[in-house]
């Protein structure tokens, strides 16, 4: 079992940046890939980045490419998304995930993830 708990979100302005955490809990919680996605309202749930167990794999979404940057601390079993320039378009509820197994396989795909978090609001706003 894994827990993960999101915090960072906020109201922002455009161009602002802006910086997610995602605890997570449990034994094994380092092996998972974690992974974050957002839902804005009326829309589906939109795959944002990933990274693998130790942190050296990495992806991200040609929708924020360039601008969010995701990482971990596994001393502090913590993954982050750093998102820098916000747009309006980035308001959403962030959630994190982790899913086990090859980082390849599903890594955009919600279904694959097993333990998601109860989601920060990120606003952005002027």
């Known amino acids: 079992q894994v827990q993960l708990v999101e915090s960072g979100g906020g109201l922002v302005q455009p161009g602002d940046s802006l910086r997610l955490s995602c605890v997570a809990s449990?034994?094994?919680?380092?092996?998972?890939?974690m992974g974050w996605f957002r839902q804005a309202p009326g829309k589906e749930r939109e795959f944002v980045a990933a990274?693998?167990?130790?942190?050296?794999?990495?992806y991200t979404s040609d929708s924020v490419k360039g601008r969010f940057t995701i990482s971990r601390d596994n001393a502090k079993n913590t993954v982050y998304l750093q998102m820098n320039t916000l747009k309006s378009e980035d308001t959403a509820v962030y959630y994190c995930?982790?899913?086990?197994?090859?980082?390849?396989?599903?890594?955009?795909?919600?279904?694959?993830?097993?333990?998601w978090g109860q989601g920060t609001q990120v606003t952005v706003s002027s």
């Open positions: 990274t693998n167990g130790g942190g050296g794999l990495k």
């Open positions: 995930a982790a899913k086990a197994g090859r980082f390849t396989t599903g890594l955009s795909a919600g279904s694959e993830y097993a333990y």
């Open positions: 449990g034994r094994t919680a380092s092996s998972y890939t």
